[in-house]
């Protein structure tokens, strides 16, 4: 299952720009791709570390931990990262 996360900050006019691509990316799935995906969103106020790692960058954009996008993000590369990354062989649990 993918992990999308968005990280921004309350009243970040490309935050909401960004929360409404992802939205319509997610919305424009298939159904079963959509549903793996666990969308998590944190704001630097909240984290002292997002904080330090991110504030010039918001919102950034990381998919599976690590870095899609910031500042602005294009539905077509989400989608196709999004898919991608639902098409990774999962790992063997032991």
């Not at 960004?18 to 939205?23: C, L, N, Q, S, T």
Request: hydrophobic residues 45%.
């Amino acid at each position: 299952m993918p992990t999308l996360t968005l990280i921004g900050k309350p009243d970040c006019h490309l935050c909401d720009v960004a929360e409404g691509v992802i939205e319509r990316v997610l919305a424009e799935l298939p159904d079963e791709a959509a549903d793996r995906v666990q969308l998590v969103q944190s704001s630097i106020l909240d984290d002292p570390a997002l904080y330090a790692q991110w504030w010039e960058k918001i919102p950034v954009v990381l998919i599976d931990g690590d870095l899609h996008a910031h500042w602005r993000v294009a539905p077509d590369r989400l989608r196709d990262a999004l898919l991608a990354a639902d098409d990774r062989p999962k790992e063997a649990t032991a």
